[in-house]
T-cell receptor, first 116, second 114 residues
């Protein structure tokens, strides 16, 4: 069965610190997609990144970077030089590429608070 | 519109009443999803529509929940005989089937059952 674990429920950091949000997943499919979404206090989920299971290259987008390691079934998210605007709940999610099914299975989220 | 829209933004209803929640997906997106976000259960998948195919209803929690999608665009999620445990934020998302699995979410409808 598919499962996404975000063991960190809440993290607080001081502005400008780096922070890594952990995500561990389980799936029996060989083809799957991993996502990170941000949910700011306004409530709307904002798409951040999608990776497919065949592409283990790490990705960097500005202050954000993602480390995908199939060997440990992890897809961790790092924010460099955190800012107050980064305060939000961050969700990791998994989608399995079975025929006709691409709904997202979400982790329980990590609430990040960046203290000015 | 530019993004996924949902209405109403908030709905308060009495236990036992029926409610309808609406979702307008991004124009041109053929896939539409409903999710529920509640304190106890996190984010749960409810139902998925893709084009004219039969919907994937595997996430609906009970037969009180149903959804339809008219004309391949607007979708309505109906909850009959609401219960207090139905209180949650109901989120709609859409995606284009030409861009693998990237879903864009609406602002949600906060449902409170009293």
């Amino acid at each position: 069965a598919q499962k996404v674990t975000q063991a960190q429920t809440e993290i607080s950091v001081v502005e400008k610190e780096d922070v890594t949000l952990d995500c561990v997943y389980e799936t029996r499919d060989t083809t799957y997609y991993l996502f990170w979404y941000k949910q700011p206090p306004s409530g709307e989920l904002v798409f951040l990144i999608r990776r497919n299971s065949f592409d283990e290259q790490n990705e960097i987008s500005g202050r954000y970077s993602w480390n995908f390691q199939k060997s440990t079934s992890s897809f961790n998210f790092t924010i460099t030089a955190s800012q107050v605007v980064d305060s939000a709940v961050y969700f990791c999610a998994l989608s399995e590429a079975r025929t006709g099914a691409n709904n997202l299975f979400f982790g329980t989220g990590t609430r990040l608070t960046v203290i000015p | 519109g530019a993004g996924v829209s949902q209405s109403p933004s908030n709905k308060v209803t009495e236990k036992g009443k029926d409610v309808e929640l609406r979702c307008d997906p991004i124009s041109g997106h053929t896939a539409l999803y409903w999710y529920r976000q509640s304190l106890g259960q996190g984010l749960e998948f409810l139902i998925y529509f893709q084009g004219n195919s039969a919907p994937d209803k595997s996430g609906l929690p009970s037969d009180r929940f149903s959804a339809e999608r008219t004309g391949g665009s607007v979708s309505t999620l109906t909850i009959q005989r609401t219960q207090q445990e139905d209180s949650a934020v109901y989120l709609c998302a859409s995606s284009s089937d030409t861009t693998s699995y990237e879903q864009y979410f609406g602002p949600g409808t906060r449902l409170t059952v009293t």
